[in-house]
Each structure stands twice: as structure tokens, then as C-alpha cells.
């Protein structure tokens, strides 16, 4: 999937939240960060810091790899870091 803005980043971690069968507490617990900022980053707040954003990510085994595309920016790519 390619993320090009909180929004979608939201959209795929509370996916991949949901499909571990964890509640927000949980992931917060996890990664060490309260519940209302996974609400927030969830619902695509764009002020979160980035390395909370990818301990979160990575607390739902997702990867992050960045490529140019182009219009000289950067979407990111993630997956679950298993090759198909």
C-alpha cells in the first residue's frame, strides 16, 4: 500500500491493529504510548512524532521503505516485510 498522508497511514495501522485482534489500550501498552494517541494517529492526526509513528508501526509488524516517485516526493511503502 502506498501512504501518501496521515490518513492513510491511520487507516493501515488501525487495519493491522485490528487484524492482531488488539483493542487501542493494547497497542498503546505495546509500543508505550498512550491510548489517545493511537486514537490520534489513527484518525490521521499529521503532528505525530516519527519515531513513536514507527515503533507503533513496527509494535504491528509493519515495515516502512521510502522511494522517490515522479514528482520529486517521497510516498512510503508499507507491507509486513514478507515477500509474496
Not at 491511520?10 to 487484524?19: I, M, P, S, T
Not at 509488524?61 to 515522479?70: A, F, G, K, P, Y
Request: with cysteine.
Amino acid at each position: 500500500m502506498i501512504v501518501s498522508n496521515a490518513g492513510d497511514l491511520g487507516v493501515l495501522l488501525r487495519e493491522a491493529r485490528k487484524a492482531k485482534g488488539w483493542t487501542q489500550q493494547d497497542l498503546a501498552e505495546m509500543a508505550g504510548v498512550t491510548r489517545q494517541w493511537v486514537i490520534g494517529i489513527e484518525a490521521g492526526a499529521p503532528t505525530a512524532r516519527v519515531g513513536l509513528v514507527l515503533d507503533v508501526l513496527r509494535c504491528v509488524d509493519l515495515l516502512v521503505d521510502i522511494m522517490s516517485d515522479d514528482t520529486d516526493t517521497f510516498d512510503v511503502v508499507l507491507g509486513d516485510g514478507l515477500d509474496d
